[in-house]
């Protein structure tokens, strides 16, 4: 009977333990997709990176072909 009872505390704390890893992945989870959703979309992104591309041409174009 004592037995039964040292296992029980046993799996007690095993599975408080598992409950406080399964917040801490939560937590993980959440601050990946904040992360996620905080980025710009590809639309932008090919924006972004062509008028870049333009801005660094034509910074050339001016101060190699004066």
């Known amino acids: 009977m004592k037995e039964d009872c040292v296992l029980g505390a046993t799996n007690k704390n095993e599975i408080f333990n598992l409950e406080k890893r399964v917040g801490a992945v939560e937590q993980a989870i959440i601050d990946i997709r904040d992360k996620l959703l905080g980025r710009p979309s590809w639309a932008v992104m090919v924006i972004i990176t062509m ?3 333009i801005c660094v041409g ?4 001016v101060l190699f072909t004066s």
């Open 51 to 53: 008028l870049s591309s």
């Open 58 to 61: 034509l910074i050339v174009k």
